[in-house]
């Protein structure tokens, strides 16, 4: 993640940008130090402060902002994406919660917007569909793939 590199950038102490997300310094320098994982909200209203993009604060894109790039996640669409990367990949719930080490239900309740996707499983998903996080929340309208290494070997048949 880049929350010290773009913070540092802008010539701010943790203390000034824990206030504004409304948290102590010790919980910021817990995430910027990757102790501890941002909740998602959190990191979109860092990206929101900074002007940036949550593949960009992540590390998935060079590309500081996608210019159509929505402030808010839509946890409406971002649980119809996250099922159509699940189906566009032939993989049951059941499969992907086992290789995510997850309870099935929880990635029932993300494809169901019953709650939002969690940081960590958001960059697991990423990182095994190779779509933009943004794509996946809600904030862009294109999808964009993100070029990282495959992790094909989770996926049966391909």
């Not at 894109?61 to 159509?84: G, M, P, Q, T, V």
Request: overall charge positive.
């Amino acid at each position: 993640m880049r929350l010290k590199e773009i913070r540092e950038e802008s010539e701010l102490k943790q203390f000034a940008v824990s206030k504004k997300l409304g948290v102590s310094r010790g919980t910021y320098s817990l995430w910027e130090l990757e102790l501890d994982p941002i909740p998602i909200k959190r990191l979109n209203d860092f990206c929101k402060i900074f002007n940036c993009s949550i593949d960009y604060a992540l590390g998935f894109s060079n590309i500081k902002n996608y210019k159509a790039n929505r402030k808010e996640i839509d946890i409406k669409l971002s649980s119809i994406r996250l099922k159509e990367a699940r189906i566009a990949h032939k993989l049951t719930q059941d499969y992907l919660a086992n290789k995510l080490s997850l309870n099935r239900s929880l990635i029932s309740k993300y494809e169901k917007g019953h709650t939002i996707i969690s940081t960590t499983f958001l960059i697991e998903y990423v990182q095994l569909f190779k779509i933009s996080s943004d794509y996946l929340l809600g904030k862009l309208d294109k999808k964009i793939i993100i070029n990282i290494k495959s992790k094909a070997h989770l996926f049966p048949n391909t």
